[in-house]
């Protein structure tokens, strides 16, 4: 099994910058992909970025110049640096990875972005 824990929420202003934590833990040899998803009230769960082992990311439009998804697997870590955030980007920020026994979630972390 792998746990998930994220940090690094918060209340900023818009333009502001931010860094979410995601640290692994458990079986994490088995971890392949990783990424982050949000949800913001009244909306489903939405997909922003995702990395590989290998390095590889992937973005989706509304946060592509904005957010850098990264991970240091000598510290069991994702990150995800958020610049120029938005009222829009406040939400629950998720954590996953996709393992060898499926997938796995953190509890979230709030990010709320002020006008």
């Known amino acids: 099994q792998v746990q998930l824990v994220e940090s690094g929420g918060g209340l900023v202003q818009a333009g502001r910058s931010l860094r979410l934590s995601c640290l692994a833990s458990?079986?994490?040899?088995?971890?392949?992909?990783m990424g982050w998803h949000r949800q913001a009230p009244g909306k489903r769960r939405e997909v922003l970025a995702s990395?590989?082992?290998?390095?590889?990311?992937i973005y989706v439009d509304s946060v592509k110049d904005r957010f850098t998804i990264s991970r240091d697997n000598t510290k069991h870590t994702m990150y995800l640096q958020m610049h120029d955030l938005k009222p829009e980007d406040t939400a629950v920020y998720y954590c996953?990875?996709?393992?060898?026994?499926?997938?796995?979630w953190g509890q979230g972390t709030q990010v709320t972005v002020s006008p």
């Open positions: 990395i590989s082992n290998n390095g590889e990311t």
């Open positions: 996953y990875a996709n393992t060898g026994f499926g997938s796995a």
């Open positions: 458990g079986t994490i040899a088995s971890i392949n992909a």
